[in-house]
């Protein structure tokens, strides 16, 4: 067991700090995105722990940033529709790395869950050391945000 | 709605704290609040430097020793060759201030007794401005020689500002990233965002004000050598620094050059003319060239926030006031832009 008082209580253990590049890399947000640079971006991201029912965030909540889910399952909903339900892999949210707009949903963590922040403000921090590969990201934030556009203008023409 | 959950309300309490917390700051690093903020000023204008450099594969925290070797290197040479001259130039100032003091007072004298003529009182404007003028004339040296013998607080700056501007290359972002943990979970998003904003707008002040304060020190500095001014090199640093303030520095400036041409022998008054219109020219280059192209939008604030906030600072906190007034401001409008939205925001959700 770690001691409190010897150990940075604020550094992520290596093994864990794998485990949440992995699960990004697995997102098409780092789709040919260097493993090493993964790591390195990933140290700098932000945990955070939910306890169960503990709102995540509210629809109209300004956004920093994409969240994965690292521990846990999150709700989210649109008044009283379900959107889905995140298990550990998953991320949302994404929107704010792009614009400065409002949480278009409500976040609710099912049950005790740990959330990896992804900020806009590291984003940013990571762009200007690494112009080419954050062009890179850009292109697959891209995509994934068109991706979400096609499945919604889809599901508004079944209805 | 109640007012005591007016959204309003209770964004002026959060932010009243937050101003508390940011005063409580300033109080225990007073005394190394110059240093402090001199780190902070070269951290923001460093910065871009260093991640140039890193960007070029440069290790970074070689990347920081080259740019604060840099920053060293020129701060020796204008210790070296600038500053001499730029004493010398101060000892010429200390020296005229008398000859000054005498022309302002003949100056106000003579439309003293126009403006009592006129207006048909018996106002002794004299001895109103030979009172002002010998307050003025002992507060002027005594700020010329207290400066020039700070010299231990000029050394503690030059040992301690390398050091902190180190420290904030390397390691700010993972200190504030820790700082910025301790936020709660419902807070930690809204945190992020307002400190974004306030950063980024800072961080564009404080280059663009910068670069701004060079231009018209080296326009103001050539104008002065032009048209034959007296210790045009100090003049022109002056104006420079006084630039930081809006409005009020560029009027200061004017007077100050108006000042030293009306102090020169043989009396010229044409130099007290040319001196002015030195400073309207760089204030025109400054407005229609500089501001535009390199401070634009940097801080959106209405002329009288700026000239309110520059009296409320300054009486505040001095100098140094006078200089954060504009950043301050600036800073707190976010702060409080956002609050307010938040809150508003769940209060709308409470209502529905």
Redesign the interface.
């Known amino acids: 067991m770690s001691n409190i008082f010897w150990s940075n209580i604020?550094r992520s253990g290596d093994s864990e700090l794998r485990t949440i590049a992995r699960l990004w890399q697995q997102t098409p947000l780092f789709k040919n995105i260097p493993e090493r640079q993964t790591e390195l971006l990933c140290g700098?991201m932000?945990r955070?722990r939910?306890k169960p029912g503990?709102?995540?965030?509210?629809?109209?909540?300004?956004?920093?940033?994409a969240i994965l889910v690292l521990e846990g399952s999150v709700r989210v909903m649109v008044n009283t529709t379900e959107l889905a339900l995140l298990e550990p892999g998953d991320f949302f949210g994404e929107i704010?790395l792009a614009a400065?707009e409002?949480r278009t949903a409500d976040a609710t963590a099912v049950s005790a869950a740990q959330l990896v922040?992804f900020?806009?403000?590291d984003l940013e921090?990571w762009i200007?050391?690494?112009?080419r590969l954050g062009a890179r990201f850009l292109m697959n934030l891209s995509a994934t945000l068109a991706e979400r556009l096609y499945r919604a203008n889809d599901l508004i023409a079944q209805q | 709605m109640d007012w005591k959950s007016s959204p309003h309300l209770q964004t002026f309490k959060l932010f009243a704290l937050f101003v508390a917390v940011c005063l409580a700051s300033f109080y225990l690093i007073s005394s190394v609040l110059l240093p402090v903020l001199i780190s902070i000023t070269l951290y923001a204008l460093f910065e871009?430097a260093t991640?140039y450099l890193?960007?070029h594969k440069v290790n970074h925290s070689l990347s920081i020793l080259i740019v604060l070797l840099f920053l060293v290197l020129t701060s020796l040479i204008a210790v070296g060759f600038a500053l001499p001259a730029l004493f010398d130039q101060v000892a010429v100032l200390q020296s005229k201030l008398p000859q000054i003091a005498q022309q302002l007072e003949r100056f106000l004298t003579h439309y003293g007794e126009v403006i009592s003529a006129e207006i048909g009182t018996d106002l002794d404007v004299s001895e109103l401005t030979v009172t002002a003028l010998t307050q003025f004339s002992s507060l002027g040296q005594s700020i010329l020689i207290n400066a020039t013998n700070r010299v231990l607080d000029i050394v503690i700056i030059f040992i301690l500002v390398p050091f902190l501007t180190y420290y904030l290359l390397k390691d700010f972002?993972r200190v504030r990233?820790?700082l910025?943990?301790w936020l709660p979970?419902?807070s930690?998003?809204?945190g992020?965002?307002i400190?974004?904003n306030v950063t980024a707008q800072l961080k564009a002040y404080t280059r663009g004000v910068m670069l701004q304060s060079l231009i018209m020190a080296a326009v103001c500095a050539a104008g002065f050598t032009l048209i034959g001014l007296d210790i045009p090199l100090l003049l022109g640093c002056i104006t420079g620094i006084l630039n930081l303030v809006p409005y009020i520095g560029p009027i200061i400036s004017m007077l100050i050059a108006a000042l030293v041409g009306a102090a020169m022998t043989p009396f010229d008054p044409t130099l007290i003319y040319l001196g002015a219109l030195v400073i309207v020219v760089a204030q025109i280059v400054d407005n229609v060239v500089v501001i535009p192209a390199v401070i634009a939008n940097a801080v959106n604030l209405h002329p009288v926030q700026v000239i309110l906030g520059i009296i409320i600072f300054g009486s505040l906190f001095g100098t140094l006031g006078v200089i954060l007034a504009i950043p301050g401001i600036a800073a707190g409008k976010i702060v409080y832009n956002?609050l307010f939205?938040?809150i508003q925001?769940?209060s709308?959700?409470t209502g529905a």
Do not use: I
């Open positions: 604020f700098k932000h955070r939910f503990e709102t995540v965030f509210s629809f109209g909540d300004q956004g920093a940033g704010a400065a409002r922040y900020l806009k403000q921090e200007e050391r690494q112009p | 871009p991640l890193v960007r972002q990233n820790n910025m943990n979970n419902s930690f998003e809204l992020w965002v400190y974004h956002n939205a938040d925001n769940a709308l959700k």
